[in-house]
């Protein structure tokens, strides 16, 4: 069975610094691997994916992530944190459809917190 | 372009209650799912449809039912709600093509039972 692991259950930075939230997942073949935001009261944002190709995929609001195969992780980084960016942050592995359904298992999400 | 739409927002149940939680996709979306999310635990998938008339089990099924009449609606009913139904459900669409599993997910209903 696939499952994902999100170590940090709640980090702080300050705002300008620099973001490494880590994900490790495990599953049998090739992921498909997401990270997913979550704002108060909101539904959840998918910032980035990987399916193949690349291993450092870029996303949306300045966000990349690298998928290490050898490590199994697909960290989400982020150069230069804005306050905006305080949030739930979801590391997801998807299974491949083959003619059933795809589902995602998700991590237990890290809390992001900036102080400015 | 509206996504996927989830009501109410915010519901309380007394013990024993039953209630439907609503969702629609106008996406075309052929796969749909419910979700629940509870505290440092993720998101735990209840149940999913791959399309009308198809519906499966996911991780936390009891408790709850679902029917898929139609593409764009996919309703989840609790029969005699439990207090260990308050949670956060959401509700998601996609549509695979190459085993692509993008999932898109509406805001979301807080329900609390009481």
């Known amino acids: 069975a696939q499952s994902v692991t999100q170590p940090d259950i709640h980090i702080t930075v300050s705002e300008g610094a620099s973001l490494e939230l880590r994900c490790n997942y495990s599953?049998?073949?090739?992921?498909?691997l997401f990270w997913y935001v979550q704002s108060p009261g909101q539904g959840l944002q998918l910032l980035l994916k990987?399916?193949?190709?690349?291993?450092l995929v870029q996303g949306i609001k300045g966000f990349e992530a690298e998928f290490k195969r050898s490590q199994s992780s697909f960290n989400l980084r982020k150069p230069s944190v804005h306050w905006s960016d305080a949030a739930e942050y979801f590391c997801?592995?998807?299974?491949?459809?083959?003619?059933?359904?795809?589902?995602?298992?998700f991590g237990t999400g890290t809390r992001l917190q900036v102080t400015l | 372009n509206a996504g996927v739409t989830q009501t109410p927002k915010f519901r309380i149940l007394k013990i024993g209650q039953s209630m439907t939680l609503q969702c629609t996709q106008d996406?075309?979306?052929?796969?749909m799912y419910w979700y629940r999310q509870d505290p440092g635990m993720g998101l735990k998938l209840i149940y999913y449809?791959?399309?009308?008339?198809?519906?499966d089990k996911g991780e936390v099924p009891n408790g709850y039912n679902v029917s898929r009449s139609t593409t764009e609606d996919f309703p989840l009913r609790l029969e005699l709600a439990a207090p260990s139904q308050t949670s956060v459900y959401f509700c998601?669409?996609?549509?695979?093509?190459?085993?692509?599993?993008?999932?898109?997910f509406g805001q979301g209903t807080r329900l609390t039972v009481v």
């Open positions: 998601a669409s996609s549509r695979p093509q190459q085993g692509l599993t993008e999932a898109f």
């Open positions: 599953y049998g073949a090739t992921p498909y």
């Open positions: 990987y399916f193949s190709g690349d291993t």
């Open positions: 997801a592995v998807g299974a491949a459809s083959s003619g059933t359904a795809s589902k995602l298992t």
């Open positions: 996406m075309n979306h052929n796969y």
């Open positions: 449809s791959v399309g009308a008339g198809i519906t």
